[in-house]
């Protein structure tokens, strides 16, 4: 939801808001006044009241502790997809539990350290999960292109191979990223793809229980441009994702020299690569849209490319309210030039007073023309959004999860 600061807000906080609940380097989980579109309370875990600055300036740290597992996640949008999947996790390991354990049956060996699941394979295709079959014809049909030499974006490993269309299936029944992060949810998928290739377990899958409800897209809004994504992702493996995003960049009018490196970084998954590449066809008539690309292909750590992804879409969400007419990569966010507007995407958790955020008030003041807005991905403290009125700018909150 969008949050406009208004003169009476402005009039109160100076009046009686000196200072706001965040401090230099630890914050109160009470100070961040979530939106709906976060769950921060449930059975399935605890999220703990000392927040703390990440090492990425406008970022925060948390710490969650569920039945399973204690996790750190950096970044707000991280902590939405993880609250995810330890729901998930929380609801498989019961159901697991009620069965007695026979989902799990045969998924203790290595798929790479036996040909038993191969074997059963060729043997039952029938009994194997759906999709296993598929993923066996592919290994045959990828033999007339052996030698072409594959980019590191497309190389998958044997095991994903002959499990990962399984693992597709798997995480889009749970509503989870099959290319997450989180080790726990990895390790349940892979033993229940790995019990479906030995035939094992297949009906007891069916019967895990998540309500519908808890499902969400991977991304963290569920628009239509996430939905059609996620689509592709969950019906294509890595090499040919690679190569079906490869040939939409390039019909975008991107160089080789820039969609190669782009699709290689190992700081996009093959998932966010592709959110990437959908909001680049919304923003594509844009001028300066082109070098949006340069710049992601470009990012030297994870932060770099979360924050580029977080800015685009961002602007791609809400191309369709405004004409895009020019659109500028700065340090500080993506500012998109309007017909009637000029706005500062910037990609943060929250903007305070900090060094950061008199950074953006600094650069603003010099890039101002007319309607100025700033729309940041997270919180906007009361001061700083009384900070920017001042200077005839607005100010609108949880942009990315609303």
Same mark, same amino acid.
């Given at each position: 939801?969008?949050?406009?600061?208004?003169?009476?807000?402005?009039?109160?906080?100076?009046?009686?808001?000196?200072?706001?609940?965040?401090?230099?380097?630890?914050?109160?989980?009470?100070?961040?006044?979530?939106?709906?579109?976060?769950?921060?309370?449930?059975?399935?875990?605890?999220?703990?009241?000392?927040?703390?600055?990440?090492?990425?300036?406008?970022?925060?740290?948390?710490?969650?502790?569920?039945?399973?597992?204690?996790?750190?996640?950096?970044?707000?949008?991280?902590?939405?997809?993880?609250?995810? *999947?330890?729901?998930?996790?929380?609801? $498989? !390991? =019961?159901?697991? /539990?009620?069965?007695?354990? @026979?989902?799990?049956?045969? +998924? &203790?060996?290595?798929?790479?350290?036996?040909?038993?699941?191969?074997?059963?394979?060729?043997?039952?295709?029938?009994?194997?999960?759906?999709?296993?079959?598929?993923?066996?014809?592919?290994?045959?049909?990828?033999?007339?292109?052996?030698?072409?030499?594959?980019?590191?974006?497309?190389?998958?490993?044997?095991?994903?191979?002959?499990?990962?269309?399984?693992?597709?299936?798997?995480?889009?029944?749970?509503?989870?990223?099959?290319?997450? *992060?989180?080790?726990?949810?990895?390790? $349940? !998928? =892979?033993?229940? /793809?790995?019990?479906?290739? @030995?035939?094992?377990?297949? +009906? &007891?899958?069916?019967?895990?229980?998540?309500?519908?409800?808890?499902?969400?897209?991977?991304?963290?809004?569920?628009?239509?441009?996430?939905?059609?994504?996620?689509?592709?992702?969950?019906?294509?493996?890595?090499?040919?994702?690679?190569?079906?995003?490869?040939?939409?960049?390039?019909?975008?009018?991107?160089?080789?020299?820039?969609?190669?490196?782009?699709?290689?970084?190992?700081?996009?998954?093959?998932?966010?690569?592709?959110?990437?590449?959908?909001?680049?066809?919304?923003?594509?008539?844009?001028?300066? /849209?082109?070098?949006?690309?340069?710049?992601?292909?470009? +990012?030297?750590?994870?932060?770099?490319?979360?924050?580029?992804?977080?800015?685009?879409?961002?602007?791609?969400?809400?191309?369709?309210?405004?004409?895009?007419?020019?659109?500028?990569?700065?340090?500080?966010?993506?500012?998109?030039?309007?017909?009637?507007?000029?706005?500062?995407?910037?990609?943060?958790?929250?903007?305070?007073?900090?060094?950061?955020?008199?950074?953006?008030?600094?650069?603003?003041?010099?890039?101002?023309?007319?309607?100025?807005?700033?729309?940041?991905?997270?919180?906007?403290?009361?001061?700083?959004?009384?900070?920017?009125?001042?200077?005839?700018?607005?100010?609108?909150?949880?942009?990315?999860?609303?």
């Amino acid at each position: 939801m969008k949050h406009p600061i208004s003169f009476l807000t402005v009039l109160i906080l100076t009046a009686t808001f000196p200072a706001f609940l965040f401090s230099a380097s630890e914050f109160s989980l009470e100070a961040i006044k979530f939106p709906e579109s976060f769950q921060i309370t449930s059975s399935s875990y605890q999220i703990d009241s000392r927040v703390k600055e990440s090492d990425a300036p406008g970022f925060l740290k948390f710490h969650v502790t569920s039945p399973h597992a204690q996790y750190d996640m950096e970044g707000l949008a991280n902590l939405k997809k993880l609250l995810h *999947e330890i729901e998930v996790i929380e609801q $498989i !390991l =019961k159901n697991r /539990a009620g069965t007695g354990d @026979g989902v799990f049956d045969g +998924a &203790a060996d290595s798929i790479e350290a036996t040909g038993e699941g191969f074997v059963n394979l060729v043997s039952h295709p029938v009994d194997s999960a759906k999709g296993i079959g598929k993923a066996a014809r592919k290994l045959g049909q990828g033999i007339g292109g052996i030698f072409r030499k594959k980019e590191s974006g497309e190389k998958s490993t044997f095991s994903e191979k002959m499990l990962g269309s399984s693992e597709r299936e798997l995480a889009k029944q749970f509503g989870v990223d099959v290319y997450s *992060e989180n080790p726990n949810l990895q390790a $349940i !998928l =892979k033993k229940m /793809a790995h019990a479906r290739l @030995g035939g094992k377990g297949i +009906a &007891a899958v069916g019967t895990f229980l998540v309500p519908v409800s808890a499902l969400v897209s991977a991304a963290v809004t569920a628009s239509g441009v996430n939905s059609a994504a996620d689509q592709l992702v969950n019906d294509k493996d890595r090499a040919d994702l690679f190569l079906e995003n490869k040939k939409a960049l390039l019909g975008m009018g991107f160089q080789e020299t820039e969609a190669g490196p782009f699709l290689n970084s190992n700081y996009f998954s093959p998932r966010e690569a592709t959110y990437f590449r959908f909001y680049l066809e919304q923003l594509k008539e844009a001028e300066g /849209a082109l070098e949006i690309l340069k710049r992601a292909a470009q +990012a030297k750590s994870v932060w770099d490319a979360r924050k580029i992804l977080y800015e685009v879409q961002m602007a791609a969400e809400h191309v369709s309210e405004m004409k895009y007419q020019k659109i500028t990569c700065l340090d500080t966010g993506l500012l998109v030039e309007a017909v009637h507007q000029t706005i500062l995407m910037t990609p943060f958790d929250y903007l305070d007073r900090s060094a950061l955020g008199d950074q953006i008030l600094s650069q603003i003041s010099k890039i101002k023309t007319g309607a100025f807005e700033i729309w940041n991905a997270g919180q906007i403290t009361k001061d700083f959004s009384a900070a920017a009125f001042v200077k005839g700018v607005k100010t609108r909150a949880w942009i990315l999860f609303s």
